[in-house]
């Protein structure tokens, strides 16, 4: 069963992470719809101390291309067009099936033709005569900050066209013009601005709700893990809850059993005997495993045992962990933009070594680091 990392490619988070950027900047949401935005550096903020009246005012620069507030235009308009049109095509559900992830669904049976005009509307508006794009620049207030709005018709949005636009404002110095008027572009020239969104991509847009909420049969399972109740677990899952479910922070039971067990040892009290607590993990992992439990899985926003113990520098229980099959090439974080990473569970040890630790802290480092490189793991791409 593929984990949430790996039922998508790099690119597309990539995708995402840009389509996000974009409609953050332009203070938007984003919707189901098949075609979203993507700036590509053509829709740029920077800040700077306006000068007026011997003031300095906190502003905001908003600069976007002559090219993208055009290909705004005409998204905006097809966008319009095909709600007219087709007004359910975004309808949708959130379905629970056997996978512990929920499933994405268009409810709308002409989904797939509102998609089809969407795309030949982008196509026909562009040579509409009634969309334009100007160079202007114009101030609005934005919270207690200026929002200098600027429109370049430049072929990219750099430094250079930032700094002589603050400029103006900066030291009264005039070296932008914004005298372009009534420009207009192919659909060649924007349609990279446009991301067809299939059901795989808008799934990743939306993967917070891919996590389902628990139900009471879960919930017994979760709890019968973290109280290590062997018997209600087995009962549980006989019983035909999915021992690989999760929960709302993207984890497994089986991962809950690890970071359980990590909790008691750290709990330090008289009856925390860190070699029991140990094997009662291991004594349990080895039985949530035939019942079918899956090592490497979890969800959205989420980590697995591995992590877990990379996170505690708990040697005993990843040496266990990959002597049982677990990836150490996982990349949990590539929401958060950390592409070039392979195995987070050795960046995090790695990085560790940077902290202030004491020798036991050191010891345990120095054996997490080598089970994972020994098992094969490779920290980043070279």
Known sequence: MKHFTERYSREQFQTK?????????????????????????????AYFFAKFDKKELPTELCVRSAKFNFALQVWEVAQKLTQQWYPFHLNHEWVKTKDPLKKLVFTHNKRAE????????????CDSPLIISSESIHFSQNNETLQL??????PEINNNIINKIADQYRNNKTSYFFNQYNCRFSYDEIKDFFVYCDTELLTLLYAKETTPT?????????NAVDNFDWKNI???????TNI????????????????????????????ANEDLIVQQTISLADKM?????????FGYDGINALQVTSYTHNPKLMKYLLSKGANPNINYFLEDGDYSI?????????????????????????????????????????
């Open 342 to 382: 392979i195995s987070s569970a050795l960046d995090n040890i790695l990085s560790d070594y940077g902290i202030e630790i004491n020798e036991d802290e050191k010891t345990n480092l120095d054996a997490c680091k080598s089970l994972l490189i020994d098992a094969g793991a490779i920290r980043e791409k070279n």
């Open 114 to 125: 509102a998609e089809n005009y969407f795309k030949e509307m982008l196509i026909a508006l």
């Open 17 to 45: 992470s840009d389509i996000l950027s974009t409609y953050h900047s332009l203070d938007r949401k984003i919707n189901y719809s098949p075609y979203l935005l993507r700036s590509l550096n053509d829709f740029q903020k």
């Open 214 to 222: 628990l139900t009471k049969e879960e919930n017994k399972l979760f």
């Open 289 to 297: 495993l035939s019942l079918g439990a899956d090592i490497n899985f």
């Open 244 to 271: 690989n479910c999760i929960n709302h922070l993207g984890c497994t039971p089986f991962t809950q059993l690890f970071d359980s067990a990590t909790c008691k040892i750290a709990e330090n009290t008289p009856n």
């Open 234 to 240: 087995e009962k549980t899952v006989s019983e035909g």
């Open 149 to 154: 709005n600027a429109c370049v018709n430049e």
